[in-house]
């Protein structure tokens, strides 16, 4: 995770001169605040990366002498085929353009939304995990 933090660290470091870059060449706010925002955000995940790697043993990635085999084995559950995505963008399509045609669609499109994604998150959960 060390390599991890550093690296999201230097990009705080890039996007802070490049934010200072733009606003003196380009004068204009939006662009200047988002990349402000872009190192803000880039510390952040550098330091929880770098905070973490203190308080967890050295993974097989960090170590210059590790071999392939050690990084090996199950890495978690990864759906094979799910169809719970495709009522999850219809019915966020159908919030989004209530949000411009009428409140009633953006109601039917978020109550929709929320069930599909109980419906993705629960798909694989019988009783005890099953999976």
Do not use: Q
Not at 57 to 86: K, Q, T, V
Not at 96 to 101: A, D, H, M, P, S
């Amino acid at each position: 995770m060390k390599v991890e933090g550093w690296l999201f660290f230097s990009g705080t470091f890039f996007f802070a001169i490049s934010s200072v870059v733009y606003w003196i060449f380009s004068s204009e706010p939006v662009g200047t605040v988002a990349l402000g925002f872009t190192a803000g955000l880039a510390f952040l995940v550098g330091y929880y990366l770098l905070f973490t790697a203190r308080r967890i043993d050295p993974r097989p990635e960090d170590r210059p002498n590790a071999d392939i085999a050690e990084g090996a084995g199950e890495l978690g559950f990864y759906s094979p085929h799910s169809w719970w995505p495709l009522p999850v963008g219809i019915f966020a399509a159908t919030a989004f353009l209530g949000i411009v045609i009428g409140w009633w669609l953006f109601i039917i499109g978020a109550i929709g939304g929320a069930l599909s994604i109980i419906g993705l998150v629960f798909e694989y959960y019988r009783g005890e995990p099953a999976h």
